[in-house]
């Protein structure tokens, strides 16, 4: 019989219940257990999934020996005690993004992995989505030349479904750290480690809130590739992280809910399997892709093969960090009105 991943989950409503059904899902994972401290969230699971050890404090689900790899889907700030509380009993960790709200917290996660020599990865679910996954794929094929401009961005209206008692609404929840490091981490995928950041934030939208909802971000990107970021979590309109990447012979124009890539594409060759026919770069040629906005399946089974294979991580915590290092210095050229040259962690 194939060896399956025991998992535990914790957090059982939005992301929480994606990851759960994944894990009851997949041939090579095993749901042991699952926490909520909302025994309402419990119950929906029992409706779901069948699950033999549902409990209200983590404590306990960490503490069961049959867990071997627990996932994390509570708000952001209870981030770093869970995992480093994980990590210490022994288990593989797979945190939601944003891996932590400061650096600090970033630090002492990644201090509780070396000391305790077990895996933690920052589930930044791009990497994961069908449509970034093609557009990465092609740039690295060369099909669109040399970058030298991409821009992504995560705009999303919390007011519709967030009220005040939401954990979302927190003087250290910067909107830029707690969703745009979606958008950071993609570029950074694809496009390196910016190195400096100028963003300007307003506050129009959400203005009961206690943090600006809306924030522009103008960086600089190895081999001169220039590079904009916009955050908003007030916009009125579909959420989507709508991704454009120009390159010196074409650009590709993508998002995480759409059911295609447009690719624009300079000299076209007959032979040329995907673009076939086509002949004006003016003319898109759209590719299809799976819509896949949270691809937690293709998530955790990446994660769950490094456990079987004891392999590395793909998606690190220094990863996971250098985005909240990028997500942090917005912040802060926004607060000061000034350039801030990117701060990366020590590896
Ligand atoms: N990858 C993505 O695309 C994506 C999308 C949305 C949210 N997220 C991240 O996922 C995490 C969860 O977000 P969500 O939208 O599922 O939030 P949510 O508010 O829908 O769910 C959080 C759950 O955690 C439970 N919880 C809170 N404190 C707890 C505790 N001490 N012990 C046990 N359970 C507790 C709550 O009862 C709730 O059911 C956050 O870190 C968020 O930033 C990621």
Redesign the pocket.
């Known amino acids: 019989m194939k060896r399956k991943v025991k998992f535990g989950a914790?957090?059982?409503?939005?992301?929480?219940l994606l990851h759960i059904q994944a894990i009851a899902r997949h041939p090579e994972m095993e749901l042991v257990a699952v926490?909520?401290?909302?025994p309402a969230?419990l119950e929906i699971v029992k409706e779901k999934v069948d699950c033999p050890n549902l409990y209200?404090?983590?404590h306990e689900l960490i503490k069961n020996p049959e867990v071997e790899a627990v996932v994390?889907?509570?708000?952001?700030g209870?981030?770093m005690e869970?995992t480093e509380e994980a990590l210490k009993a022994g288990k593989d960790v797979l945190c939601?993004?944003?891996m932590a709200l400061t650096l600090e917290e970033c630090e002492k996660m990644r201090e509780a992995e070396k000391k305790y020599g077990h895996r933690l990865m920052i589930?930044?679910?791009c990497r994961y989505t069908p449509a970034f996954i093609l557009t990465k794929k092609l740039i690295e094929q060369g099909e669109i030349g040399e970058l030298y401009f991409v821009e992504s961005e995560y705009a999303h209206d919390y007011s519709v479904a967030r009220g005040a008692d939401?954990?979302r609404v927190d003087p250290r929840r910067e909107p830029y750290i707690?969703?745009g490091c979606?958008a950071v981490d993609l570029l950074r995928w694809i496009a390196g480690d910016p190195y400096e950041i100028t963003a300007y934030s307003n506050h129009k939208c959400l203005t009961d809130w206690p943090v600006n909802d809306c924030t522009i971000s103008i960086l600089r990107f190895p081999n001169d590739v220039l590079g904009k970021v916009f955050v908003s979590i007030g916009c009125k309109r579909d959420y989507t992280m709508r991704s454009v990447f120009y390159g010196t012979k074409g650009t590709i124009i993508c998002d995480n809910k759409s059911t295609h890539i447009s690719v624009y594409k300079t000299g076209l060759k007959d032979e040329d399997s995907l673009f076939a026919g086509k002949r004006d770069y003016t003319i898109p040629i759209k590719l299809p892709v799976e819509v896949d906005?949270?691809n937690?399946y293709g998530e955790l089974e990446s994660f769950a093969q490094c456990i079987l294979k004891d392999e590395p991580v793909p998606t690190t915590s220094y990863d996971g960090e250098c985005t909240v290092a990028v997500c942090v210095a917005a912040a802060e050229s926004a607060a000061s009105n000034k350039m801030v040259r990117i701060q990366y962690p020590v590896k």
């Not at 914790?10 to 929480?16: F, H, P, Q």
């Not at 994390?72 to 952001?76: E, N, R, T, V, Y």
């Open positions: 914790v957090g059982a409503s939005a992301m929480g926490c909520d401290k909302n969230r209200t404090d983590w994390l889907c509570i708000p952001d209870l981030h869970m939601e993004k944003p589930g930044q679910i939401d954990w707690g969703g979606h906005n949270h937690t």
